[in-house]
């Protein structure tokens, strides 16, 4: 297949609103990929290359000054060698060998396929919005159900994997993946919630009620001795987190896999601010990202999906935190528990939740015992709420300021994920909550991520536009219809909480949740 093939489907999606639209198109460039191709193709279409980063970024791409070819003979297996070969150039004399690599690669293509390059390698593409509707094509490309397709893609944490399965092996080999300890599965994630007696309504009386942490998510998986950890994208922090990897090597089991959330705790026992979380991730933030030796991570689990060669994913939550509370039943390992009730009264849950205010956490998460374990934000069995509205956005823009603000990048524009595959879709705007820090890491960081480098020179005046890549955390006080954004919908009071460097685009909310907030 030639690489302008995938091209070419990359615009077909782009220029529909829709889903069955991109689906199809997405279907059909599969079924035309030789199985070797799939894997490749399927990265690329969902935004990143195979390899994850290359080690091209935006400084070099853009210096990059090569003649487009006239006419299209790059195949897919050509760039894909071409991005292995990127990925392993290390060492002495690596910046040379990559920009011939590169030279190389844009010589051969044309304009478009050049524009595509840029993209892909930049991360402009990365949004992970495609991802749903990727499943979705898969699906439909090999005739097996979406359902089959979904639960292979939780326990393999890889989409083009997951595809080149489907088309290769159909229904039957798709069952046949599980899950495996030290391969990290793609975390249930919950929806927002109105309120506590709106979640206790809709999900009823056999539910626990736990604390929402203002931490960062955790997967934990132990065989013996060895002790791994991922975060929420399946980025492995194993070398950074040694007190979590103490504290579950030394629990009663031989293998585990553990779910959760760790955070960095004040001598009051009170979160320390989330950037101190983050910071041992090796996340950058507006806050600086040198680790603190004072910031210790304290775990705490609240989901078990393997014990000791039983997997537990399909089982209802009961019977996972009936396990967990056995692992954890010890004295000394009673700590490692998320705090909550099982089955509370309207009462005790409300004193559930204003426990975990009162200790300076976020809000509560309300869960239906009877759920299996199931990656997404795909129904209801899963609810957190918060005092607040509070919305994760991805930052498509800013404009320079004036006054005390005059040379900082401020008022931020706010985008909502396209749950359907498309770009962000701009809900608002917001200057609000921006400390002195904050702003000064925003006019030093953007400039990074500017599609025209030329506005996010200092002294320039007006906007600069982003590629989409940063999540921002916004509370506010609900949403209102609108026709000056194309979403039909704009935030109201919206002012900065944080920034997320846990969170991609892919996780941020989508237009559908703003459009709940509407009154």
């Known amino acids: ?32 990929a ?35 070819a006239a006419e299209a003979s790059l195949g897919v297996a050509d760039v894909d060698a071409l991005f292995d070969e990127l ?53 439909a490309a090999a005739d097996v159900g979406l359902a089959t397709v979904r639960r292979a893609f939780m326990l393999s944490g890889r989409l083009p994997g997951t595809a080149a399965t489907a088309l290769d092996g159909g229904t039957a080999a798709l069952e046949e993946v599980g899950l495996e300890v030290g391969r990290p599965i793609r975390p249930m994630l919950a929806s927002p919630g109105d309120s506590l007696d709106a979640a206790l309504d809709a999900l009823g009386a056999d539910v626990t009620v736990e604390h929402k942490l203002d931490g960062a998510r955790i997967q934990v998986h132990r065989d013996g001795d060895e002790v791994r950890v991922w975060t929420r994208t399946l980025r492995e922090i194993t070398s950074g987190v ?60 609240f989901d078990l999906l393997h014990l000791d060669g039983v997997d537990l994913v399909d089982e209802p939550l009961e019977t996972r935190l009936d396990a967990l509370a056995g692992l954890l039943a010890a004295e000394e390992h009673a700590p490692l528990r998320m705090p909550g009730a099982r089955r509370p009264s309207a009462e005790e849950a409300a004193a559930v939740l204003d426990e975990a205010l009162g200790r300076g956490h976020e809000g509560v998460v309300v869960k239906d015992l009877a759920a299996p374990y199931a990656a997404g934000r795909r129904g209801k069995a899963w609810q957190k ?65 500017a599609l025209d480098p030329d506005t996010a020179r200092p002294a320039q005046h007006g906007e600069v536009l982003l590629r989409p890549a940063l999540v921002v955390e916004i509370a506010l006080d609900g949403a209102q219809r609108s026709t000056r954004y194309p979403g039909g919908v704009a935030l109201r009071f919206a002012r900065v909480l944080r920034y997320r460097p846990d969170k991609t685009p892919a996780e941020a909310d989508t237009l559908d949740a703003v459009r709940a907030l509407l009154a």
Request: net charge negative; with cysteine.
């Open 1 to 32: 297949m030639l690489f302008s093939d995938v091209v070419a489907t990359s615009a077909a999606v782009g220029a529909t609103r829709s889903r069955k639209e991109k689906s199809a198109a997405l279907a059909e460039r599969l079924t035309a």
């Open 34 to 68: 030789d199985p070797s191709e799939v894997p490749a193709v399927v990265a690329w279409l969902t935004g990143e290359p195979l390899q994850g980063r290359i080690g091209a970024g935006w400084r070099t791409l853009s210096s990059l000054d090569v003649a487009p």
């Open 87 to 139: 990925a392993a150039t290390a060492g002495s004399g690596s910046a040379a060998r990559r920009r011939d690599l590169l030279d190389r690669l844009y010589g051969a293509a044309t304009a478009d396929e050049q524009r595509f390059l840029h993209r892909l390698l930049t991360g402009e593409l990365r949004q992970g919005a495609l991802e749903g509707v990727m499943v979705d094509a898969i699906a």
């Open 242 to 301: 040694p007190e979590v990897i103490a504290r579950v090597r030394a629990l009663p089991c031989r293998t585990a896999v553990l779910d959760g959330e760790t955070l960095a705790l004040d001598d009051d026992g009170r979160p320390r601010p989330f950037q101190d979380t983050m910071s041992r991730f090796g996340s950058e933030g507006p806050d600086g990202d040198t680790p603190s030796e004072e910031a210790v991570l304290s775990p705490f689990f």
């Open 385 to 449: 709420v918060k005092p607040v509205h509070t919305l994760d956005l991805v930052v498509l823009g800013a404009e320079w300021g004036y006054g005390r603000r005059t040379g900082s990048l401020s008022n931020i524009h706010l985008g909502a994920r396209d749950p359907d595959g498309g770009e962000p879709v701009m809900v608002g705007k917001t200057f609000k909550g921006m400390t002195d820090e904050l702003l000064a890491w925003q006019t030093s960081t953007f400039p990074e991520y």
